[in-house]
Protein backbone atom coordinates (compact mmCIF):
# COMPACT_ATOMS: atom_id res chain seq x y z
CA UNK A 1 0.00 0.00 0.00
CA UNK A 2 1.62 3.39 -1.23
CA UNK A 3 1.62 6.62 0.68
CA UNK A 4 2.92 7.31 4.39
CA UNK A 5 -0.56 4.98 5.88
CA UNK A 6 0.12 3.37 9.26
CA UNK A 7 0.75 5.25 12.07
CA UNK A 8 -1.62 4.88 15.38
CA UNK A 9 -1.07 7.36 18.36
CA UNK A 10 -1.99 6.00 21.63
CA UNK A 11 -2.42 8.13 24.57
CA UNK A 12 -2.49 6.92 28.47
CA UNK A 13 -4.36 9.75 30.25
CA UNK A 14 -3.66 7.94 33.91
CA UNK A 15 -0.14 7.97 33.18
CA UNK A 16 0.21 11.05 31.10
CA UNK A 17 2.28 9.30 28.52
CA UNK A 18 2.10 8.18 24.62
CA UNK A 19 3.69 5.99 22.15
CA UNK A 20 3.21 5.44 18.13
CA UNK A 21 2.31 2.26 16.68
CA UNK A 22 2.85 1.03 13.24
CA UNK A 23 0.66 -0.76 11.83
CA UNK A 24 1.32 -3.49 9.00
CA UNK A 25 0.49 -2.37 5.50
CA UNK A 26 -2.00 -5.75 5.14
CA UNK A 27 -4.61 -4.43 7.52
CA UNK A 28 -5.14 -1.26 5.50
CA UNK A 29 -5.45 -3.52 2.92
CA UNK A 30 -8.13 -4.98 4.42
CA UNK A 31 -9.91 -2.37 6.38
CA UNK A 32 -8.85 0.54 4.41
CA UNK A 33 -9.37 3.14 7.46
CA UNK A 34 -11.53 4.84 9.05
CA UNK A 35 -14.61 2.72 10.43
CA UNK A 36 -12.73 -0.38 9.47
CA UNK A 37 -9.80 0.56 11.58
CA UNK A 38 -11.80 2.27 14.18
CA UNK A 39 -13.72 -1.10 14.85
CA UNK A 40 -10.14 -3.50 14.42
CA UNK A 41 -8.84 -1.00 17.12
CA UNK A 42 -11.81 -1.43 19.01
CA UNK A 43 -12.07 -5.02 19.17
CA UNK A 44 -8.30 -5.49 19.64
CA UNK A 45 -7.89 -3.01 22.45
CA UNK A 46 -11.59 -2.66 24.28
CA UNK A 47 -11.08 -5.30 27.00
CA UNK A 48 -14.21 -7.49 26.97
CA UNK A 49 -17.40 -6.17 28.88
CA UNK A 50 -15.67 -2.88 29.88
CA UNK A 51 -17.91 -0.28 31.87
CA UNK A 52 -18.07 2.55 28.79
CA UNK A 53 -17.38 5.03 31.82
CA UNK A 54 -14.65 3.62 32.97
CA UNK A 55 -11.23 4.53 32.10
CA UNK A 56 -10.16 1.48 30.10
CA UNK A 57 -13.09 2.03 27.92
CA UNK A 58 -11.43 3.43 24.86
CA UNK A 59 -11.81 6.54 22.66
CA UNK A 60 -10.74 6.07 19.07
CA UNK A 61 -10.62 8.32 16.62
CA UNK A 62 -9.93 8.06 13.42
CA UNK A 63 -9.42 9.36 9.43
CA UNK A 64 -9.78 7.90 6.17
CA UNK A 65 -6.96 7.69 3.82
CA UNK A 66 -8.62 10.34 1.66
CA UNK A 67 -8.94 12.78 4.52
CA UNK A 68 -6.64 15.42 3.80
CA UNK A 69 -5.67 14.92 0.00
CA UNK A 70 -8.65 17.52 -1.03
CA UNK A 71 -10.81 15.15 -2.49
CA UNK A 72 -14.67 16.75 -3.15
CA UNK A 73 -16.67 15.18 0.13
CA UNK A 74 -13.22 14.18 2.18
CA UNK A 75 -13.91 16.16 5.28
CA UNK A 76 -14.88 13.76 7.97
CA UNK A 77 -13.68 12.44 10.87
CA UNK A 78 -14.90 9.26 13.24
CA UNK A 79 -14.90 8.37 16.97
CA UNK A 80 -15.39 4.50 17.92
CA UNK A 81 -16.34 3.77 21.44
CA UNK A 82 -18.34 1.71 23.92
CA UNK A 83 -21.25 3.87 24.20
CA UNK A 84 -22.53 4.93 27.44
CA UNK A 85 -26.14 5.13 26.26
CA UNK A 86 -26.78 1.18 24.57
CA UNK A 87 -23.44 -0.77 25.85
CA UNK A 88 -22.86 -1.79 22.48
CA UNK A 89 -20.83 -0.30 19.56
CA UNK A 90 -20.89 3.53 19.23
CA UNK A 91 -19.68 5.27 16.07
CA UNK A 92 -20.54 8.78 15.10
CA UNK A 93 -18.67 11.13 12.41
CA UNK A 94 -18.36 15.13 12.26
CA UNK A 95 -17.72 17.56 9.27
CA UNK A 96 -16.35 20.93 9.34
CA UNK A 97 -13.08 22.02 9.10
CA UNK A 98 -11.69 19.93 12.81
CA UNK A 99 -10.64 16.81 10.67
CA UNK A 100 -8.02 18.78 8.51
CA UNK A 101 -5.49 19.58 11.72
CA UNK A 102 -6.26 16.28 12.78
CA UNK A 103 -5.19 14.99 9.41
CA UNK A 104 -1.81 17.43 10.16
CA UNK A 105 -1.10 15.92 12.94
CA UNK A 106 -0.23 12.19 10.60
CA UNK A 107 -2.11 9.61 12.60
CA UNK A 108 -4.78 7.69 11.06
CA UNK A 109 -6.03 6.65 14.23
CA UNK A 110 -5.81 8.30 17.90
CA UNK A 111 -6.36 5.83 21.04
CA UNK A 112 -6.68 7.39 24.18
CA UNK A 113 -7.77 5.33 27.58
CA UNK A 114 -7.06 6.44 31.19
CA UNK A 115 -8.24 9.20 33.05
CA UNK A 116 -7.18 12.95 33.99
CA UNK A 117 -6.69 12.90 37.62
CA UNK A 118 -8.11 16.77 37.21
CA UNK A 119 -10.50 18.34 34.47
CA UNK A 120 -8.32 19.02 31.37
CA UNK A 121 -7.32 18.58 27.93
CA UNK A 122 -4.53 17.61 25.60
CA UNK A 123 -2.89 18.84 22.78
CA UNK A 124 -1.97 16.58 19.84
CA UNK A 125 0.44 17.56 17.16
CA UNK A 126 2.58 16.00 14.90
CA UNK A 127 5.82 16.00 17.28
CA UNK A 128 4.25 15.48 20.63
CA UNK A 129 1.09 15.39 23.51
CA UNK A 130 0.98 17.66 25.50
CA UNK A 131 -1.13 17.24 29.16
CA UNK A 132 -2.75 20.49 29.97
CA UNK A 133 -4.77 20.85 33.73
CA UNK A 134 -7.37 23.23 33.46
CA UNK A 135 -9.97 23.73 35.76
CA UNK A 136 -11.20 27.04 34.60
CA UNK A 137 -12.63 25.23 31.92
CA UNK A 138 -15.27 23.08 34.45
CA UNK A 139 -18.82 24.37 33.55
CA UNK A 140 -18.16 26.45 30.69
CA UNK A 141 -20.20 25.45 27.61
CA UNK A 142 -19.04 23.73 24.59
CA UNK A 143 -18.56 26.79 22.34
CA UNK A 144 -16.94 28.83 25.06
CA UNK A 145 -14.55 26.14 25.42
CA UNK A 146 -13.80 26.29 21.77
CA UNK A 147 -13.74 29.45 21.72
CA UNK A 148 -10.89 29.95 25.06
CA UNK A 149 -8.63 27.35 23.19
CA UNK A 150 -9.06 28.82 19.55
CA UNK A 151 -8.03 32.31 20.98
CA UNK A 152 -5.18 30.32 23.32
CA UNK A 153 -3.77 28.69 20.20
CA UNK A 154 -4.77 31.15 17.56
CA UNK A 155 -0.79 31.00 16.17
CA UNK A 156 -1.20 27.46 15.54
CA UNK A 157 -4.44 27.64 13.40
CA UNK A 158 -6.09 25.10 15.91
CA UNK A 159 -9.05 22.68 15.95
CA UNK A 160 -10.63 22.06 19.58
CA UNK A 161 -13.12 19.17 19.96
CA UNK A 162 -14.64 20.04 23.40
CA UNK A 163 -17.49 19.16 25.55
CA UNK A 164 -20.43 20.94 27.19
CA UNK A 165 -21.74 20.28 30.87
CA UNK A 166 -23.46 17.29 29.53
CA UNK A 167 -20.30 15.78 28.70
CA UNK A 168 -18.72 16.45 32.46
CA UNK A 169 -21.44 15.14 33.92
CA UNK A 170 -21.86 11.94 32.30
CA UNK A 171 -25.70 12.42 31.07
CA UNK A 172 -25.47 9.40 28.39
CA UNK A 173 -26.10 11.32 25.31
CA UNK A 174 -23.47 13.90 25.36
CA UNK A 175 -21.96 14.69 22.35
CA UNK A 176 -18.63 16.32 21.16
CA UNK A 177 -18.38 19.71 19.62
CA UNK A 178 -16.16 20.91 16.57
CA UNK A 179 -16.58 24.19 14.84
CA UNK A 180 -19.30 25.85 16.54
CA UNK A 181 -22.06 23.19 16.06
CA UNK A 182 -21.03 20.14 14.38
CA UNK A 183 -20.35 17.30 15.86
CA UNK A 184 -19.80 13.78 16.87
CA UNK A 185 -23.71 13.72 17.69
CA UNK A 186 -24.84 9.97 18.75
CA UNK A 187 -24.11 7.48 21.29
CA UNK A 188 -22.93 9.67 24.10
CA UNK A 189 -19.37 9.81 23.31
CA UNK A 190 -19.48 13.11 25.28
CA UNK A 191 -19.77 11.46 28.26
CA UNK A 192 -17.09 9.19 27.56
CA UNK A 193 -14.30 12.31 27.23
CA UNK A 194 -16.19 13.34 30.38
CA UNK A 195 -15.79 10.19 31.99
CA UNK A 196 -12.03 10.47 31.80
CA UNK A 197 -11.81 14.02 32.41
CA UNK A 198 -10.96 15.28 28.85
CA UNK A 199 -12.68 18.32 28.31
CA UNK A 200 -11.25 18.85 25.42
CA UNK A 201 -8.94 17.29 22.33
CA UNK A 202 -6.41 20.33 20.62
CA UNK A 203 -5.50 19.25 17.18
CA UNK A 204 -2.53 20.86 15.22
CA UNK A 205 0.35 19.69 13.01
CA UNK A 206 2.41 20.64 9.37
CA UNK A 207 2.31 17.01 8.21
CA UNK A 208 0.99 16.14 4.68
CA UNK A 209 -0.55 12.95 3.35
CA UNK A 210 1.79 11.58 1.06
CA UNK A 211 -0.43 9.31 -1.76
CA UNK A 212 0.12 7.13 -4.79
CA UNK A 213 -0.89 9.81 -7.82
CA UNK A 214 -1.56 13.59 -7.33
CA UNK A 215 -2.33 13.81 -11.30
CA UNK A 216 -4.76 11.54 -11.06
CA UNK A 217 -6.37 12.23 -8.29
CA UNK A 218 -6.57 16.20 -9.71
CA UNK A 219 -7.96 14.77 -12.79
CA UNK A 220 -10.94 12.91 -10.86
CA UNK A 221 -11.23 15.94 -8.66
CA UNK A 222 -12.25 17.89 -11.72
CA UNK A 223 -14.62 15.73 -13.14
CA UNK A 224 -16.72 15.48 -9.93
CA UNK A 225 -16.69 19.01 -9.42
CA UNK A 226 -18.05 19.43 -13.33
CA UNK A 227 -20.75 16.60 -12.47
CA UNK A 228 -21.60 17.97 -8.98
CA UNK A 229 -22.23 21.43 -9.95
CA UNK A 230 -25.07 20.62 -11.93
CA UNK A 231 -26.62 17.61 -10.20
CA UNK A 232 -30.07 18.58 -9.17
CA UNK A 233 -30.24 16.92 -5.59
CA UNK A 234 -26.77 18.97 -4.55
CA UNK A 235 -28.73 22.06 -6.04
CA UNK A 236 -31.84 21.39 -3.58
CA UNK A 237 -29.22 20.94 -0.84
CA UNK A 238 -27.79 23.77 -1.59
CA UNK A 239 -30.89 26.03 -1.37
CA UNK A 240 -32.66 23.99 1.33
CA UNK A 241 -30.22 21.60 3.47
CA UNK A 242 -31.82 18.82 4.76
CA UNK A 243 -34.77 20.80 5.47
CA UNK A 244 -35.88 19.48 2.21
CA UNK A 245 -36.43 15.95 3.77
CA UNK A 246 -39.22 17.77 5.85
CA UNK A 247 -41.42 17.78 2.62
CA UNK A 248 -40.74 14.48 1.42
CA UNK A 249 -41.57 12.47 4.74
CA UNK A 250 -45.08 14.57 5.77
CA UNK A 251 -46.00 14.01 1.87
CA UNK A 252 -45.67 10.12 2.85
CA UNK A 253 -47.20 10.49 6.12
CA UNK A 254 -43.74 9.25 7.84
CA UNK A 255 -42.77 12.54 9.86
CA UNK A 256 -42.93 10.94 13.02
CA UNK A 257 -45.06 13.44 15.24
CA UNK A 258 -46.53 13.57 19.35
CA UNK A 259 -43.90 11.08 20.27
CA UNK A 260 -44.55 8.53 17.53
CA UNK A 261 -48.12 8.46 17.74
CA UNK A 262 -48.78 10.49 14.15
CA UNK A 263 -47.06 10.87 10.81
CA UNK A 264 -47.88 14.21 10.02
CA UNK A 265 -48.36 17.93 11.63
CA UNK A 266 -51.11 20.16 10.86
CA UNK A 267 -48.14 23.35 10.56
CA UNK A 268 -46.16 21.76 7.99
CA UNK A 269 -45.54 24.82 6.03
CA UNK A 270 -44.14 27.05 9.03
CA UNK A 271 -41.43 24.54 9.67
CA UNK A 272 -40.43 23.35 6.16
CA UNK A 273 -37.91 23.74 3.65
CA UNK A 274 -39.42 27.38 2.51
CA UNK A 275 -40.66 28.03 5.80
CA UNK A 276 -36.24 28.05 7.32
CA UNK A 277 -36.06 30.43 5.03
CA UNK A 278 -38.98 32.56 5.28
CA UNK A 279 -38.19 32.64 9.12
CA UNK A 280 -34.67 32.63 9.61
CA UNK A 281 -31.53 34.46 7.91
CA UNK A 282 -29.83 31.58 6.15
CA UNK A 283 -26.55 31.16 4.68
CA UNK A 284 -25.69 27.92 2.91
CA UNK A 285 -21.83 26.99 4.24
CA UNK A 286 -19.52 23.81 3.07
CA UNK A 287 -17.69 21.87 5.40
CA UNK A 288 -13.82 21.69 3.59
CA UNK A 289 -13.18 20.44 0.10
CA UNK A 290 -17.14 20.45 -0.47
CA UNK A 291 -18.89 22.89 -3.00
CA UNK A 292 -22.51 21.37 -1.98
CA UNK A 293 -23.55 24.06 1.08
CA UNK A 294 -25.86 22.14 2.54
CA UNK A 295 -25.16 23.17 6.53
CA UNK A 296 -27.42 25.74 6.86
CA UNK A 297 -25.72 29.04 8.96
CA UNK A 298 -29.08 30.49 10.39
CA UNK A 299 -29.58 33.80 12.25
CA UNK A 300 -32.99 34.48 14.02
CA UNK A 301 -33.86 37.94 13.03
CA UNK A 302 -37.43 38.30 14.63
CA UNK A 303 -38.80 37.94 18.18
CA UNK A 304 -37.39 37.09 21.47
CA UNK A 305 -34.24 34.98 20.14
CA UNK A 306 -33.89 37.77 18.23
CA UNK A 307 -29.69 37.69 16.99
CA UNK A 308 -28.85 34.18 17.72
CA UNK A 309 -27.19 32.31 15.31
CA UNK A 310 -26.64 28.63 15.40
CA UNK A 311 -25.52 25.43 12.45
CA UNK A 312 -29.24 24.86 11.83
CA UNK A 313 -31.02 23.48 12.19
CA UNK A 314 -31.50 20.44 10.52
CA UNK A 315 -34.15 17.84 9.51
CA UNK A 316 -33.78 15.60 12.31
CA UNK A 317 -33.98 18.35 14.98
CA UNK A 318 -36.93 20.17 13.18
CA UNK A 319 -38.32 16.80 13.59
CA UNK A 320 -37.54 16.14 17.32
CA UNK A 321 -38.54 19.01 18.55
CA UNK A 322 -41.36 20.22 15.95
CA UNK A 323 -42.62 16.48 15.09
CA UNK A 324 -42.62 14.92 17.93
CA UNK A 325 -42.91 17.55 20.55
CA UNK A 326 -45.25 19.61 18.38
CA UNK A 327 -43.35 23.22 18.56
CA UNK A 328 -44.48 25.05 15.40
CA UNK A 329 -42.27 27.83 15.28
CA UNK A 330 -39.13 27.36 13.67
CA UNK A 331 -37.18 30.60 15.79
CA UNK A 332 -38.49 28.54 18.94
CA UNK A 333 -36.72 25.40 16.99
CA UNK A 334 -33.68 27.16 16.54
CA UNK A 335 -33.66 28.19 20.23
CA UNK A 336 -33.79 24.79 21.61
CA UNK A 337 -31.28 23.39 19.07
CA UNK A 338 -28.63 25.93 20.08
CA UNK A 339 -29.49 25.00 23.69
CA UNK A 340 -28.71 21.63 23.12
CA UNK A 341 -25.49 22.70 21.53
CA UNK A 342 -24.11 24.34 24.25
CA UNK A 343 -25.15 22.41 26.56
CA UNK A 344 -23.39 19.26 24.46
CA UNK A 345 -26.42 16.90 24.19
CA UNK A 346 -27.35 14.94 21.19
CA UNK A 347 -30.53 16.72 19.36
CA UNK A 348 -31.94 13.58 18.55
CA UNK A 349 -32.13 11.96 21.65
CA UNK A 350 -32.93 14.70 23.50
CA UNK A 351 -35.81 15.50 21.53
CA UNK A 352 -36.71 11.96 21.90
CA UNK A 353 -36.49 12.30 25.67
CA UNK A 354 -38.51 15.20 25.83
CA UNK A 355 -41.62 14.01 23.78
CA UNK A 356 -41.22 10.48 26.01
CA UNK A 357 -41.36 12.77 28.79
CA UNK A 358 -44.99 14.90 27.90
CA UNK A 359 -45.87 11.44 28.11
CA UNK A 360 -44.90 10.10 31.38
CA UNK A 361 -46.63 13.42 32.54
CA UNK A 362 -49.37 12.84 30.75
CA UNK A 363 -49.64 9.05 31.96
CA UNK A 364 -49.23 10.22 36.11
CA UNK A 365 -45.43 8.92 36.12
CA UNK A 366 -43.89 12.27 36.87
CA UNK A 367 -44.67 15.07 38.78
CA UNK A 368 -42.86 17.58 36.08
CA UNK A 369 -45.97 19.43 34.35
CA UNK A 370 -45.15 19.45 30.73
CA UNK A 371 -47.20 19.39 27.43
CA UNK A 372 -46.86 19.56 23.25
CA UNK A 373 -45.40 22.84 22.00
CA UNK A 374 -44.17 24.39 25.73
CA UNK A 375 -40.92 24.95 24.60
CA UNK A 376 -39.81 27.03 27.85
CA UNK A 377 -40.63 24.11 29.49
CA UNK A 378 -38.68 21.99 27.35
CA UNK A 379 -35.57 24.39 27.63
CA UNK A 380 -36.29 24.03 31.68
CA UNK A 381 -35.87 20.18 31.27
CA UNK A 382 -32.47 20.12 28.93
CA UNK A 383 -31.23 22.23 31.48
CA UNK A 384 -32.22 19.61 34.22
CA UNK A 385 -30.86 17.05 32.02
CA UNK A 386 -27.70 18.38 31.32
CA UNK A 387 -27.26 19.23 35.07
CA UNK A 388 -28.90 16.13 36.41
CA UNK A 389 -31.41 17.97 38.68
CA UNK A 390 -34.46 16.38 39.55
CA UNK A 391 -36.05 14.29 36.93
CA UNK A 392 -33.61 15.09 34.48
CA UNK A 393 -31.32 13.06 36.28
CA UNK A 394 -33.37 9.74 35.11
CA UNK A 395 -34.13 11.13 31.79
CA UNK A 396 -30.04 12.06 31.03
CA UNK A 397 -30.29 8.30 31.19
CA UNK A 398 -32.17 8.15 27.55
CA UNK A 399 -35.83 6.72 26.56
CA UNK A 400 -34.54 3.07 27.78
CA UNK A 401 -33.56 3.51 31.29
CA UNK A 402 -36.03 6.02 32.22
CA UNK A 403 -38.73 4.20 30.37
CA UNK A 404 -37.77 0.84 32.86
CA UNK A 405 -37.61 3.20 35.87
CA UNK A 406 -41.33 4.58 35.23
CA UNK A 407 -42.91 1.20 34.16
CA UNK A 408 -43.31 2.61 30.53
CA UNK A 409 -41.70 0.19 28.41
CA UNK A 410 -44.22 -0.60 26.26
CA UNK A 411 -44.53 2.86 24.84
CA UNK A 412 -40.33 3.34 24.89
CA UNK A 413 -39.05 4.27 20.80
CA UNK A 414 -35.38 3.09 20.94
CA UNK A 415 -33.59 0.13 19.07
CA UNK A 416 -30.57 -0.85 21.14
CA UNK A 417 -30.94 1.41 23.47
CA UNK A 418 -30.73 4.14 20.91
CA UNK A 419 -33.59 6.47 19.89
CA UNK A 420 -34.40 6.68 15.91
CA UNK A 421 -34.64 9.33 14.07
CA UNK A 422 -37.13 10.82 11.90
CA UNK A 423 -38.41 8.70 9.85
CA UNK A 424 -41.66 6.32 10.46
CA UNK A 425 -41.05 2.61 10.03
CA UNK A 426 -44.84 1.92 9.77
CA UNK A 427 -44.44 3.36 6.04
CA UNK A 428 -40.80 3.52 5.35
CA UNK A 429 -40.38 -0.17 6.04
CA UNK A 430 -36.63 -0.42 4.67
CA UNK A 431 -35.88 2.31 7.47
CA UNK A 432 -37.44 -0.21 9.82
CA UNK A 433 -34.75 -2.77 8.92
CA UNK A 434 -32.18 0.01 8.61
CA UNK A 435 -33.62 1.16 12.16
CA UNK A 436 -32.83 -2.47 13.79
CA UNK A 437 -29.76 -4.16 12.14
CA UNK A 438 -28.03 -1.13 12.49
CA UNK A 439 -24.72 -1.84 14.75
CA UNK A 440 -25.02 1.07 16.83
CA UNK A 441 -28.89 0.90 17.18
CA UNK A 442 -31.68 2.96 15.54
CA UNK A 443 -29.93 4.62 12.77
CA UNK A 444 -30.32 6.50 9.57
CA UNK A 445 -26.99 7.15 8.48
CA UNK A 446 -25.41 3.70 7.78
CA UNK A 447 -28.03 3.05 4.82
CA UNK A 448 -29.98 6.05 4.78
CA UNK A 449 -32.27 3.97 3.03
CA UNK A 450 -34.78 7.37 3.58
CA UNK A 451 -33.33 7.75 0.23
CA UNK A 452 -34.57 5.02 -2.36
CA UNK A 453 -38.19 4.88 -0.35
CA UNK A 454 -38.55 8.55 -0.52
CA UNK A 455 -37.39 8.71 -3.85
CA UNK A 456 -39.03 5.93 -5.94
CA UNK A 457 -36.02 3.43 -6.18
CA UNK A 458 -37.80 0.67 -4.28
CA UNK A 459 -42.07 1.24 -3.01
CA UNK A 460 -41.62 2.17 0.84
CA UNK A 461 -44.40 -0.79 1.13
CA UNK A 462 -42.19 -3.56 -0.79
CA UNK A 463 -40.87 -6.63 1.31
CA UNK A 464 -39.67 -8.53 -1.77
CA UNK A 465 -36.12 -7.70 -2.40
CA UNK A 466 -36.24 -5.06 0.34
CA UNK A 467 -33.20 -6.54 2.10
CA UNK A 468 -30.89 -7.15 -0.76
CA UNK A 469 -31.31 -3.42 -1.58
CA UNK A 470 -30.38 -2.28 1.83
CA UNK A 471 -27.65 -4.32 1.79
CA UNK A 472 -25.97 -2.21 -1.45
CA UNK A 473 -26.43 0.84 0.36
CA UNK A 474 -25.05 -0.56 3.50
CA UNK A 475 -21.72 -2.27 1.63
CA UNK A 476 -21.46 1.30 -0.37
CA UNK A 477 -21.70 3.62 2.46
CA UNK A 478 -19.71 1.36 5.11
CA UNK A 479 -16.70 2.01 2.12
CA UNK A 480 -17.68 5.71 2.43
CA UNK A 481 -17.21 5.76 6.05
CA UNK A 482 -13.85 4.10 5.87
CA UNK A 483 -12.18 6.58 3.84
CA UNK A 484 -14.23 9.07 5.15
CA UNK A 485 -16.55 10.61 2.59
CA UNK A 486 -19.67 13.05 2.89
CA UNK A 487 -23.34 11.07 2.78
CA UNK A 488 -24.80 13.29 0.74
CA UNK A 489 -22.24 12.22 -2.13
CA UNK A 490 -24.20 9.05 -2.58
CA UNK A 491 -25.82 10.32 -6.15
CA UNK A 492 -22.21 10.91 -7.57
CA UNK A 493 -19.82 8.32 -6.03
CA UNK A 494 -20.30 5.33 -6.69
CA UNK A 495 -18.01 1.98 -7.13
CA UNK A 496 -16.17 2.99 -9.91
CA UNK A 497 -15.42 6.42 -8.55
CA UNK A 498 -14.63 4.95 -5.11
CA UNK A 499 -12.02 2.91 -6.88
CA UNK A 500 -10.81 5.96 -8.59
CA UNK A 501 -10.27 7.46 -4.70
CA UNK A 502 -8.97 4.68 -3.25
CA UNK A 503 -6.33 4.06 -6.62
CA UNK A 504 -4.98 7.20 -6.07
CA UNK A 505 -4.51 7.55 -2.59
CA UNK A 506 -2.90 4.00 -2.52
CA UNK A 507 -1.84 2.04 -5.81
CA UNK A 508 -4.67 -0.84 -5.34
CA UNK A 509 -7.32 -1.37 -7.59
CA UNK A 510 -10.31 -2.45 -6.12
CA UNK A 511 -13.81 -3.31 -8.10
CA UNK A 512 -17.07 -3.63 -6.35
CA UNK A 513 -17.24 -7.17 -5.58
CA UNK A 514 -13.27 -6.76 -3.65
CA UNK A 515 -14.68 -2.83 -1.65
CA UNK A 516 -18.35 -5.32 -0.87
CA UNK A 517 -16.05 -7.86 0.90
CA UNK A 518 -14.21 -4.97 2.60
CA UNK A 519 -17.54 -3.73 3.56
CA UNK A 520 -19.32 -7.38 4.88
CA UNK A 521 -16.18 -7.44 6.22
CA UNK A 522 -16.21 -4.51 8.68
CA UNK A 523 -20.12 -5.34 9.50
CA UNK A 524 -19.32 -8.42 10.91
CA UNK A 525 -16.25 -7.28 13.08
CA UNK A 526 -19.06 -4.57 14.13
CA UNK A 527 -21.37 -7.20 15.09
CA UNK A 528 -18.72 -9.23 16.87
CA UNK A 529 -18.19 -6.51 19.27
CA UNK A 530 -22.01 -6.06 20.18
CA UNK A 531 -22.38 -10.07 19.96
CA UNK A 532 -19.19 -9.84 22.95
CA UNK A 533 -21.03 -7.23 24.43
CA UNK A 534 -24.23 -8.99 25.09
CA UNK A 535 -26.19 -7.80 22.11
CA UNK A 536 -28.69 -10.90 21.35
CA UNK A 537 -29.86 -11.52 17.75
CA UNK A 538 -32.72 -11.88 16.38
CA UNK A 539 -34.36 -10.02 19.58
CA UNK A 540 -31.99 -6.89 19.97
CA UNK A 541 -32.74 -6.44 16.49
CA UNK A 542 -36.27 -5.92 16.57
CA UNK A 543 -38.16 -2.74 16.54
CA UNK A 544 -40.49 -1.44 19.13
CA UNK A 545 -43.57 -3.07 19.60
CA UNK A 546 -45.74 -0.54 19.57
CA UNK A 547 -45.13 0.21 15.70
CA UNK A 548 -46.37 -3.42 14.92
CA UNK A 549 -49.75 -3.05 17.45
CA UNK A 550 -50.16 0.81 16.28
CA UNK A 551 -50.77 1.07 12.78
CA UNK A 552 -52.02 4.98 11.84
CA UNK A 553 -53.81 6.79 8.72
CA UNK A 554 -53.75 2.65 6.93
CA UNK A 555 -50.25 2.45 7.69
CA UNK A 556 -48.73 -0.33 8.90
CA UNK A 557 -46.01 -2.42 9.67
CA UNK A 558 -46.94 -6.41 10.65
CA UNK A 559 -44.24 -8.20 12.70
CA UNK A 560 -44.65 -11.03 9.72
CA UNK A 561 -43.47 -8.68 7.72
CA UNK A 562 -40.46 -7.08 9.85
CA UNK A 563 -39.63 -10.37 10.45
CA UNK A 564 -39.41 -11.30 6.50
CA UNK A 565 -37.43 -8.45 6.47
CA UNK A 566 -34.89 -9.38 9.10
CA UNK A 567 -34.57 -13.24 7.96
CA UNK A 568 -33.68 -12.16 4.37
CA UNK A 569 -31.19 -9.52 5.46
CA UNK A 570 -29.61 -12.33 8.55
CA UNK A 571 -29.19 -15.08 4.99
CA UNK A 572 -27.77 -12.90 2.44
CA UNK A 573 -25.57 -11.74 5.76
CA UNK A 574 -24.50 -15.31 5.87
CA UNK A 575 -25.37 -14.84 9.74
CA UNK A 576 -26.70 -17.71 11.03
CA UNK A 577 -29.84 -16.30 13.21
CA UNK A 578 -32.80 -18.29 13.30
CA UNK A 579 -36.51 -15.67 13.24
CA UNK A 580 -39.26 -17.43 14.56
Keep these: MKGNFGKILKIDLSSKSYTVETLNSKIYEEYIGGKGLGTYLLLRENPEGVDPLSPDNNLILTIGPAIGTQIWGANRYAAFTKSPLTGLYAESYSGGKAFLNIAKTGFDAIVIKGKLNTLGYIVVTDKTVEFVKDESLK ?16 DKRASALTIGIAGENLVKFAYVNN ?7 RTGIGAVMGSKNLKAIVFYGNQKKEIYSYDYLKEFNKDLLKRGKVHPVFKAYRKYGTSLTVGFTTKFNAFPSRYWQEGTIPFVDKINGDALLETLEVKPESCGYCFIGCTRKSKVINGRHKGLTLDGPEYETIN ?33 VIAFAIEAYKRGKINYKIDYGEVDRMAELLNMIAYKDGIGELLSEGVRKAAEELGLSEIAIHVKGLEPPGYDPRVLKGMGLAFGVSDRGACHLRTTFYK ?66 VAKKITDMAREFNLREGMKQPEDDMLPEIFFKTPYDNKSLTKEEYKKLLKDYYELKGWDVKVE
Design 320 to 352: VFGGLGLVDDLNEIAYLNDLCDKLGIDTITAGN
Design 179 to 185: DYGRSLG
Design 452 to 517: PELAGIIAPEQIKDKAKLLIEYEDRLTIYDTLILCRFFRDIVYYDELNAIFKSLTGLDYNENEFRR
Design 139 to 154: GKDAFETEKILEEKYV
